[in-house]
């Protein structure tokens, strides 16, 4: 069976190294080792708006603008007879209507069987569009970047107010403390009693939101929370802590499981608040019906701290969330508050180097505060 005529011509043509030179989509130029043009293919002579009768025996420097020209002189050239080629060389080609064509150069020399150098060859590629990619990606990173710093800046303007804010409120909140401890020493009557009881609740309720604000301000604005460590016996605090929010919440229990009895380095004041945060926290979420239990022990060097209540369950998706800023449980939005009770627990155990960690079932929700036993040095 002879051999297909068409198929023949389509192998002929796929090995035919001229006319894939002829026809590529990027520029051809060979030119003797001193420089003049030998060779050069239709894109090239498309580009330049020459005939190729016109480019033979031009040399090559005299179709480059003069900063490539110059470059091309002084260091390509010395490129090629040192190490033979060069690589995506930027240049400028002078167009015959005297404008100019931005470009990219390869070149390589072309040697002999005594390593004398019959040609050099180079391939030129169009870089207009590239250029255009790469000035279009600068002014969207310098876009990027102003954004990025105005929103910096809007931010710690932000939470220099809420730290001024924070501090501000203080003084009017302490006047209210102040003139309902001074009520509850009068004669009143019950009804009266009730409006000064509900009025020293909601301040020491303001007072916690305000304290977190305060802290989440020194956290955001690099500061970070201070701690002041001592070696203290955590029973008192945790005793403290819970008959405070016993107070708060008549009608819940809280339970607490206590098995450390030697001190531990910590900042007294900070480890209420991490717990003051988690039980108040317990209170509000977990279930009306059931107790939240407080525990602490030590265990292999390390101080544990658990808050746990009954409820429905958090879903897990907002558990990966729980301890960020301005979040709280999906499963009670109603709730009044900023959020940021949980994430100021978090940042006080990280300032501990510990961990403050939640898992939540349908038998109990728990979060864990651990940290190593620390020293004073």
Same mark, same amino acid.
């Given at each position: 069976?002879?051999?297909? %005529?068409?198929n023949?011509?389509?192998?002929?043509?796929?090995?035919?190294?001229?006319?894939?030179?002829?026809?590529?989509?990027?520029?051809?130029?060979?030119?003797?080792?001193?420089?003049?043009?030998?060779?050069?293919?239709?894109?090239?002579? =498309?580009?330049?708006?020459?005939?190729?009768?016109?480019?033979?025996?031009?040399?090559?420097?005299?179709?480059?603008?003069?900063g490539?020209?110059?470059?091309? =002189?002084?260091?390509?050239?010395?490129?090629?007879? @040192?190490?033979g080629?060069?690589?995506?060389?930027?240049? =400028?080609?002078?167009?015959?209507?005297?404008?100019?064509?931005? +470009?990219?150069?390869?070149?390589?020399?072309?040697?002999?069987?005594?390593?004398?150098?019959?040609?050099?060859?180079?391939?030129?590629?169009?870089?207009t569009?590239?250029?255009v990619?790469?000035?279009?990606?600068?002014?969207?990173?310098?876009?990027?970047?102003?954004?990025?710093?105005?929103?910096?800046?809007?931010?710690?303007?932000?939470?220099?107010?809420?730290?001024?804010?924070?501090?501000?409120?203080?003084?009017?909140?302490?006047?209210?403390?102040?003139?309902?401890?001074?009520?509850?020493?009068?004669?009143?009557?019950?009804?009266?009693?009730?409006? +000064?009881?509900?009025?020293?609740?909601?301040?020491?309720?303001?007072?916690?939101?305000?304290?977190n604000?305060?802290?989440?301000?020194?956290?955001? @604005?690099?500061?970070?929370?201070s @701690?002041?460590?001592?070696?203290?016996?955590?029973? $008192?605090?945790?005793?403290?802590?819970?008959?405070?929010?016993?107070?708060?919440? %008549?009608?819940?229990t +809280?339970?607490?499981?206590?098995?450390?009895?030697?001190?531990?380095?910590?900042?007294?004041?900070?480890?209420?608040?991490?717990?003051?945060?988690?039980?108040?926290?317990? @209170?509000?979420?977990?279930?009306?019906?059931? $107790?939240?239990?407080?525990?602490?022990?030590?265990?292999?060097?390390?101080?544990?701290?658990?808050?746990?209540?009954?409820?429905?369950?958090?879903?897990?998706? +907002?558990?990966?969330?729980?301890?960020?800023?301005?979040?709280r449980?999906?499963?009670?939005?109603?709730?009044?508050?900023?959020?940021?009770?949980?994430?100021?627990?978090?940042?006080?155990?990280?300032?501990?180097?510990?961990?403050?960690?939640?898992?939540s079932?349908?038998?109990?929700?728990?979060?864990?505060?651990?940290? %190593?036993?620390?020293?004073?040095?």
């Amino acid at each position: 069976m002879l051999p297909d %005529p068409e198929n023949i011509n389509n192998l002929n043509l796929e090995n035919d190294f001229e006319d894939f030179l002829e026809h590529s989509v990027s520029g051809y130029i060979s030119t003797k080792p001193s420089g003049e043009i030998i060779r050069t293919n239709s894109r090239l002579v =498309e580009w330049l708006g020459y005939t190729k009768e016109d480019l033979i025996g031009k040399r090559i420097t005299s179709l480059l603008a003069m900063g490539s020209r110059i470059f091309y =002189e002084t260091h390509l050239s010395p490129l090629l007879k @040192l190490q033979g080629f060069f690589e995506e060389v930027s240049a =400028e080609l002078l167009l015959k209507n005297g404008t100019k064509l931005q +470009v990219l150069l390869n070149g390589y020399v072309r040697n002999d069987e005594n390593n004398k150098p019959q040609f050099i060859r180079l391939n030129v590629y169009r870089a207009t569009e590239r250029k255009v990619y790469e000035q279009n990606l600068r002014l969207a990173i310098i876009d990027a970047e102003k954004t990025l710093i105005a929103e910096r800046e809007l931010a710690t303007l932000r939470e220099q107010f809420i730290a001024v804010l924070g501090h501000d409120l203080r003084n009017p909140l302490g006047a209210i403390k102040s003139g309902a401890s001074l009520l509850t020493r009068s004669a009143l009557s019950d009804r009266d009693k009730s409006i +000064v009881g509900m009025i020293k609740n909601s301040s020491l309720r303001m007072e916690e939101l305000i304290t977190n604000v305060m802290d989440f301000a020194r956290v955001r @604005l690099g500061g970070g929370l201070s @701690l002041d460590l001592k070696d203290i016996l955590i029973e $008192p605090i945790i005793l403290h802590v819970t008959e405070e929010l016993r107070v708060i919440f %008549p009608e819940r229990t +809280v339970t607490v499981d206590f098995e450390v009895k030697n001190t531990i380095t910590c900042d007294a004041g900070r480890i209420s608040q991490l717990l003051s945060n988690l039980v108040a926290n317990a @209170l509000t979420h977990g279930s009306a019906n059931e $107790p939240v239990n407080v525990s602490a022990k030590i265990e292999l060097n390390y101080f544990e701290l658990a808050v746990s209540n009954g409820g429905k369950p958090i879903p897990e998706d +907002v558990l990966e969330t729980l301890f960020e800023p301005f979040t709280r449980e999906g499963t009670t939005p109603s709730q009044q508050g900023l959020g940021l009770g949980l994430y100021i627990a978090a940042e006080i155990a990280r300032a501990h180097g510990g961990n403050l960690t939640a898992t939540s079932t349908a038998d109990e929700t728990r979060f864990t505060f651990r940290m %190593p036993l620390l020293s004073i040095k």
